[in-house]
């Protein structure tokens, strides 16, 4: 039975260096039934490892996701825009809430995570390291990471460990909304005035280099991605879900008469693969490394708030209450 | 007819303004689950200020909902300034909260029953809403008022800061008596006096003083504005007034 | 000191606002500052089960089930919420759901409804009447 000694109990099994073979195999056995694993099992340390890293990047990039937009709010055009943008930034911080409760049921404190978010330790998405300079870019944001996001998101909502799915699939079912105001509102842009028009083209050779890096590089097929994949940590590559994205979403920027800025991309029809130029892989790892334009603002604001918002969270601690492992 | 245009005005510029105030909190608040409340009550009253721009068009004939909100000038808006100083710190901002939606909550209690229908019908329809935000306002301001020796200062240093803004609210117009002996709505003098019996015994629990002396600021309801309003205004107007009126956007 | 270098000049009226270069840059959550969990359940609608949705993080009760109330409440359909301490939770251990395994085991079929075959044992006497 488990109650609220759990803490103690995990963190020691995290941290063992014994992964043992049979129950190994069992844990194998049951991810190949398609079962899901959850927070109380047996589990190999280095799945919860990679677990807690990837969830816990993921919440992070809704915490810092959340400003580009949210800066747009009393800026965005009319009722409309605005409460769809109020009601979608506010999904993205909900998101970061199911996030990092999925990822405290393996141990690790919701603490502990924002401060390694905020000491850079770890990282969010690197889109977010680039400024929304125009309403046309909430567009962008809106309708194109947020789908880059979905095609992920639904992937990972298959894979194996129990509490990420539950929060993959309300996060889908909130993404839908995000990815058909975003479309809306781009479409908008898109077929009217010629103004509006410019911006989102603008817009969109800007953030095409981002769009294109969202996915991650290109894999090389390690012996490390293997592992992940049969544990059904990662579900796809990440050329698979770039691919599937392109597959789905190039179209619907062209129908509308938005160009791409890649002259060379273009799907190749025998392989289903698309192709296009280096996104400047370079660049990707100078920003994730620090040296993007917005990486320093997005963390001092976040460190700004969190400094601001202490008194709040101090004034109300009780040091009587016990702490636990939630069962989320 | 200019009475009532003048009541929802006065209302709709409150919500409008306010629930951009509020709506700065998103991603900014001080505890993920808190950030998510302030953008729910963020919606809802921009909502409300919608709901009443709508009755302006309908009944009235005015210039549509976005064109009242984000194409007036700041001396044409009839808000009190509670509501358009910029947040500052928590404290301030859940201090605002906790004044302005007691007011804003027996205000539409009150209208539940005017003779103006399309009034009476929404308030029926927010009740809900408001209930909740007056429950999350006593709730914070009861906790942090009897948390800890800072939490407490800061609380009613707020208090202190904003008392005579939230009187402001009250500020009479040109048309009180026309609104009782019509029925629409029983005035500012009533709302306040409700008003001041409902906050006092949440104050005291809260271990709060209201300020013994008091002057009410007044003047936001005939368009005079502190130097906060117009940079707000600004940002609301610039992308949608950046292409002629009525382009979609 | 000027805390936080940042790379390019701030674009947005709202981050501008609130004075950036007055942050420190060192600011730690302290371990508890964001306070217990309580789990979260949630009733669609009246003569409904309450299910199980999910946590939140509060110093009490009353403040838990009003973020309950954002959270699991503000965009499906919700009549009621309960909120408990997830250390107030108990639980069986996954290492025992064997305990569970012959639950719906066919030689358990004796207390289903599909276990009886009222109509066969009819349609044999019936038959049976017919040639007599
Ligand atoms: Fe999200
Ligand atoms: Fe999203």
Not at chain 1, 17 to 41: N, Y
Not at chain 1, 97 to 105: G, Q
Not at chain 1, 219 to 247: G, P, Y
Request: glycine share 6%.
């Amino acid at each position: 039975m488990y109650g609220g000694g759990y803490i103690q109990e995990e963190k020691q099994e995290a941290t063992s260096p014994i992964d043992d073979a049979q129950k190994l195999a069992e844990f194998e056995a049951r991810i190949d039934r398609g079962e899901k694993i959850e927070p109380h099992d047996w589990m190999p340390a280095d799945y919860r490892k990679q677990l807690i890293r990837m969830i816990e990047q993921h919440a992070h990039s809704e915490v810092i996701g959340a400003l580009p937009e949210g800066t747009w709010i009393t800026r965005a055009p009319g009722f409309r825009r605005k409460l769809a943008l109020i009601a979608k930034v506010q999904d993205e911080i909900g998101h970061a809430h199911l996030l990092y409760s999925a990822a405290e049921t393996l141990g690790k404190s919701r603490e502990q995570m924002i401060n390694d978010l905020l000491t850079g330790k770890s990282k969010y998405s690197n889109v977010f390291n680039y400024p929304a300079k125009t309403w046309a870019d909430v567009t962008v944001i809106g309708f194109l990471i947020d789908a880059g996001a979905i095609v992920n998101q639904v992937a990972n909502s298959k894979g194996s460990y129990g509490p990420y799915c539950r929060a993959l699939e309300r996060i889908c079912y909130e993404e839908s909304f995000h990815l058909k105001q975003g479309h809306d509102a781009f479409i908008t842009l898109a077929t009217g005035t010629k103004a509006q028009h410019d911006m989102l083209q603008d817009a969109l050779n800007r953030w095409w280099k981002p769009i294109m890096h969202f996915h991650g590089p290109p894999d090389k097929i390690s012996e490390h991605t293997a592992k992940l994949m049969r544990w059904k940590v990662k579900m796809a590559t990440n050329d698979d879900m770039r691919n599937q994205f392109l597959d789905m979403y190039v179209p619907k920027i062209l129908e509308i008469g938005i160009t791409i800025p890649d002259p060379n991309l273009k799907k190749n029809e025998a392989t289903g693969q698309w192709e296009f130029s280096d996104p400047d892989w370079d660049e990707f790892k100078r920003v994730i490394n620090g040296d993007g334009p917005c990486n320093a603002e997005r963390l001092a604001v976040r460190q700004y708030v969190e400094e601001h918002g202490k008194w709040v969270r101090t004034a109300m601690m009780n040091p009587n209450q016990k702490v636990v492992i939630p069962f989320a | 007819m200019e009475a009532i245009k003048n009541l929802l005005f006065r209302m709709a510029d409150d919500e409008l303004i306010y629930g951009h105030r509020m709506s700065e909190w998103t991603g900014m608040g001080p505890i993920m689950e808190e950030d998510i409340a302030f953008s729910s009550m963020a919606q809802d009253k921009i909502g409300h200020a919608l709901a009443n721009y709508s009755i302006l068009e309908k009944e009235f004939q005015t210039a549509n909902p976005d064109k009242l909100a984000f194409f007036r000038k700041e001396n044409e808006l009839m808000n009190c300034q509670l509501v358009e100083l910029s947040n500052h710190e928590y404290d301030f901002s859940l201090v605002r909260h906790f004044l302005f939606d007691h007011a804003d909550f027996i205000r539409y209690e009150m209208l539940s029953t005017s003779s103006f229908a399309p009034l009476a019908q929404l308030s029926k329809k927010i009740k809900g809403e408001l209930k909740y935000h007056v429950l999350h306002a006593d709730t914070w301001l009861t906790r942090l008022g009897n948390a800890t020796e800072e939490s407490h200062a800061r609380m009613q240093s707020a208090l202190n800061e904003l008392w005579n803004y939230a009187l402001g609210i009250f500020e009479p117009s040109d048309f009180e008596a026309e609104l009782i002996a019509e029925k629409i709505f029983d005035g500012e003098k009533v709302l306040q006096q409700k008003w001041m019996e409902k906050i006092s015994p949440i104050i005291e629990k809260a271990n709060l003083k209201i300020p013994s002396s008091s002057a009410p600021v007044y003047g936001g309801r005939k368009g005079y504005h502190t130097d906060q309003l117009q940079p707000l205004l600004t940002e609301m107007a610039e992308v949608i007034s950046s292409e002629a009126e009525g382009t979609e956007w | 000191m000027s805390k936080i270098p940042l790379n390019t000049p701030v674009l947005d009226p709202r981050i501008k606002r609130v004075d950036l270069e007055s942050t420190y840059g060192t600011t730690a959550i302290g371990e508890n500052e964001h306070w217990i969990s309580w789990e979260v359940f949630h009733q669609k609608k009246r003569g409904d089960q309450h299910v199980h949705v999910g946590i939140v993080h509060a110093p009490d009760a009353q403040l838990a089930l009003l973020f309950a109330k954002e959270q699991f409440g503000r965009r499906l359909a919700c009549v009621n919420l309960w909120v408990t301490k997830s250390s107030d939770i108990f639980s069986f251990s996954y290492d025992d759901e064997d305990i569970f395994d012959n639950a719906t085991a066919p030689e358990k079929q004796y207390r289903e409804a599909s276990g009886f075959r009222v109509m066969e044992k009819i349609n044999r006497y019936k038959k049976s009447k017919q040639k007599a």
